[in-house]
């Protein structure tokens, strides 16, 4: 389903009709998107650090995506959510034996040493979770601010990267004055669009 251009949606509908069109996709096309992903993802080119995400429940992206990012030699640094809202803190992925339950929803983390909320401005790409992105880099997160605050401590130069289903990249959603945009959105079907377009 695509979305239509919709100013009268606020974040919250927007999440709830977003996640609802992510649960009613069938498991063979969320395994194909991943394939698809983790194929369009191989050829960016890659900096020395990239940060990346764990996927849960119905997250487009999978494990095989960031093993694929370690295996071309990158430093890959996986989130560590804090205890209390505030940045993400950071740990090298070091294969899938090192990956742990973490504090929410059992998402996984690596388990060796916590970088701190600084690690991310050695990231020269920053791999993110979103619910959608919009043709400006406008991003929806779970609105827990996590990411938000995150970026915050990004180095000047390094590319921000939605990873979203073809749909989710839609052509406006609800901004704020703390939303740092995004340099591009990677989708299955179309591969990384730059941002804004
Ligand atoms: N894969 C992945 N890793 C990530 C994120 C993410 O969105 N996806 N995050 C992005 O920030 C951080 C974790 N943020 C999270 C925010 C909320 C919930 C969660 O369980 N939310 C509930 C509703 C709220 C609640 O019960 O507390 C939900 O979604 O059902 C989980 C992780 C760091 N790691
Ligand atoms: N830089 C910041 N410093 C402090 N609070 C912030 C910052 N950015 C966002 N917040 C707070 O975080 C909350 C969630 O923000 P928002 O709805 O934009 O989350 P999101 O980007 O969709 O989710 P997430 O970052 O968890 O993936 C808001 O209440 C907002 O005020």
Redesign the pocket.
Known sequence: MAYRCNDQWD?VTWRSHLAGARSAVPAQQRIAEARALAGVAASLPLPETVCCYVPFGTEPGSVALVDMLRNTGARVLLPVIPPR?DALDWAEYTGTAALVPGRLRGVLEPSGPRLGVSAVRSAGLVLL???AVDHLGV????????????L?HVAPDTALVAIVRDDELVERLPA?P??IRMTGALTPSRGLVRLPV
Do not use: I, N, W
């Open positions: 974040k809202p979770p979103a619910l991003r929806l997160g779970r609105g827990a601010g996590y990411y938000d605050r995150t915050a704020e703390h939303d």
